[in-house]
């Protein structure tokens, strides 16, 4: 068959603008055989706005490939280029040689090929232009394929990204010359609707996994016998990369809520959808090498020299870089919302409940009208002694650096089972508050402040200023629980001698026996002189000795002028984040609160409702009975998860 010089009037039998690109009736890389198919593309730029800016590359093709790459070129408008009208270097490897680049007539649409949806405009000159095309050359409609349906081995193309089968449908609809087809041979693209998730996320998974046997729903394609044949080892291994990778990119597909079961204690709507956007953004790099190596494993087999292959191992390794980077990420969340279908997951749920009830609270008595951002923080359980938050917005190692998109609070196993010293959640929350508040730069300003006008020399006053964050933590903690707070605080900081007195230089964690005078300060000025006066005793009783302490002997020394400082400093002061208010005037906790947290936990050891009281007071509730043994501990830590779990 000479080459197609009709190609132009045969388009312009659409309703659609045809621009003849100069020299198109002579361009091509030899002349056609015949014209069997018509192989839909997409030109995968990155210009998300220019109506054709491939139209140069489709011309002369690239580095890797020579041109011209199809025959036409849609823009984004609907414009159709007619670029070639000889043998096209578009299809590449593919399953059956009547679909190969002598046999097939190669359009490429202008697209990002990572967009879900297409102007409408150019879908519909698409279909046009294949319907004008099939009624020319007498063919049927379902010889109208994708790319990723002919490519040899399947998926190793995706191009175009949108369903074939609803395409050739609507291909049909415009009626024609030629008969309706029969239901087309080739595959679908697009998955069959996957039956409801089932309890186990794992299972529900797999029919979205392009290798699942219940996947493909159509008649598969009769491959001829010389198709079935071994190939080459070299195309063959070239092929498999990019399908490689392609497929692990889409196995780390989007999260769904339902994935992780119908109780109360699975992630929110919110808290998957922040996922899904992080993971999306680590997507658009992966889409575009994966693209690049697509072709550059086709260049290699089309002509295997020392550059084109080197180039194809170097875009492998590049993506399998990138893949594995998006995949720590994915892993990171599968577990964190796996959990929520363990056997924890209710009390991670519980958890969940108290560190809103936090944000609640401050929130909506600040001095500024100021919604609570979204989503609240998630809380996970990881082994270990110490719990640790993880703040908005902050890059995170194990995130690859990107930014943290929702606050993360870890918890320990073993304060998971004594609910009684989870006090250290409302500690872990104050963190995140501090950051939500933009009270970061001026909580350190003001302790500093404070201090010199205190008279507290200078190199101790920078040791008090380094402090400031975990500071803030105990305070804050300490106006949202009260006294449950100080006795969980001493769980946590009591230890031997040696650690209790130990200061470490540069350390952003207070020297420990310094942290629970600070706290009594406090409690003393909410309205409890004599439990915190109960709670120094103690303390010092614990640790009598403080001179042997390795703290700088002038820290020590000026402690009893600082701390009343440092708590002004924190507490008193009134800062515009939050609205020109002191945190004792945003949080509120009074001697009544105290006496509804003690009915609560009478109550508790009873297994009946505590009433309406905060969430966060179910802590001191289940401490108060432990603490006057209402109950056995065992008793208190199920029935405090069950009152949350009611809530």
């Given at each position: 068959m000479p080459y197609l010089t009709d190609l132009a009037g045969v388009a312009r039998k659409t309703s659609l603008e045809v621009i003849e690109v100069p020299g198109w009736q002579t361009r091509g890389r030899g002349e056609m055989s015949d014209v069997r198919a018509v192989v839909c593309h997409h030109t995968a730029t990155l210009n998300r706005t220019a109506d054709m800016p491939s139209l140069d590359t489709l011309i002369n093709g690239r580095p890797d490939l020579s041109g011209p790459l199809s025959h036409f070129g849609l823009s984004r408008s609907g414009k159709v280029y007619v670029i070639a009208a000889g043998r096209c270097n578009h299809a590449g490897t593919v399953r059956d040689p009547s679909w190969g680049n002598s046999h097939s007539i190669g359009i490429e649409a202008e697209a990002t090929g990572t967009d879900a949806t297409w102007p409408e405009v150019q879908v519909e000159a698409f279909a046009q232009l294949c319907r004008v095309l099939i009624d020319h050359f007498g063919l049927s409609t379902n010889v109208v394929l994708g790319h990723k349906e002919v490519a040899d081995p399947p998926g190793r193309k995706i191009d175009p990204n949108f369903d074939m089968a609803a395409f050739r449908t609507r291909i049909a609809a415009l009626g024609g010359t030629t008969p309706p087809p029969p239901a087309p041979t080739t595959p679908p693209t697009t998955p069959a609707p996957s039956a409801p998730a089932p309890t186990s996320s794992w299972l529900?998974?797999?029919?979205?996994?392009?290798?699942?046997?219940?996947?493909?729903?159509?008649?598969?394609?009769?491959?001829?016998?010389?198709?079935?044949?071994?190939?080459?080892?070299?195309?063959?291994?070239?092929?498999g990369q990019a399908l490689n990778v392609r497929r692990h990119v889409t196995a780390l597909r989007d999260f769904r809520r339902d994935e992780f079961g119908g109780q109360p204690a699975r992630p929110s709507e919110g808290h998957v959808q922040a996922v899904n956007a992080l993971l999306a953004t680590l997507r658009g790099p992966l889409t575009t090498i994966v693209e690049r190596l697509d072709r550059a494993a086709d260049a290699a087999q089309t002509q295997p020299s020392p550059h084109r292959v080197g180039l194809a191992l170097d875009l492998k390794t590049q993506a399998h870089d990138l893949v594995r980077a998006t995949e720590r990420v994915w892993d990171f969340y599968f577990e964190l919302f796996g959990q929520r279908q363990s056997a924890f997951g209710e009390?991670?749920?519980?958890?969940?409940?108290?560190?809103?009830?936090?944000?609640?609270?401050?929130?909506?008595?600040?001095?500024?009208?100021?919604?609570?951002?979204?989503?609240?923080?998630?809380?996970?359980?990881?082994?270990?002694?110490?719990?640790?938050?993880?703040?908005?917005?902050?890059?995170?190692r194990r995130l690859g650096r990107q930014l943290n998109p929702f606050p993360l609070v870890q918890l320990p196993y073993h304060r998971l089972v004594n609910p009684w010293t989870i006090g250290a959640i409302l500690h872990e929350v104050s963190h995140n508050l501090q950051n939500e508040l933009q009270l970061e730069q001026a909580v350190p300003a003001s302790i500093e402040r404070r201090l010199r006008a205190a008279g507290v020399p200078a190199p101790i006053v920078a040791i008090w200023v380094r402090w400031n964050r975990e500071i803030f933590g105990d305070m804050v903690g300490c106006l949202l629980g009260g006294e449950a707070f100080v006795a969980s605080l001493m769980d946590v900081i009591g230890r031997a001698p040696a650690q209790s007195f130990g200061y470490t230089p540069r350390s952003v964690h207070p020297t420990p026996y310094l942290r629970t005078f600070l706290s009594c300060e406090l409690l003393r000025r909410m309205g409890f002189p004599e439990r915190a006066a109960e709670f120094s005793r103690a303390w010092t009783q614990l640790y009598p000795a403080p001179r042997e302490s390795t703290m700088p002997p002038k820290l020590l020394a000026t402690a009893r002028t600082a701390i009343p400082a440092v708590v002004d400093a924190v507490c008193e002061t009134r800062f515009k984040g939050l609205g020109n208010k002191s945190l004792r005037e945003v949080i509120f906790f009074e001697p009544r609160h105290q006496a509804m947290i003690d009915e609560a936990g009478a109550r508790l050891a009873k297994g009946v409702d505590p009433g309406v009281v905060p969430e966060r007071f179910l802590i001191g509730a289940v401490r108060s009975a432990l603490d006057q043994h209402r109950a056995a501990p065992d008793l208190l830590m199920r029935n405090f998860y069950i009152q949350l779990a009611r809530r």
């Open positions: 529900s998974w797999l029919p979205s996994l392009p290798w699942f046997e219940g996947e493909a729903t159509a008649t598969p394609i009769a491959r001829p016998a010389a198709a079935r044949g071994r190939r080459d080892v070299l195309p063959a291994y070239l092929s009390w991670l749920d519980a958890c969940d409940r108290i560190t809103l009830d936090c944000y609640q609270h401050v929130f909506m008595h600040l001095g500024n009208e100021r919604s609570i951002p979204a989503p609240p923080p998630f809380c996970y359980m990881r082994t270990g002694f110490s719990p640790a938050t993880f703040r908005r917005g902050i890059p995170l």
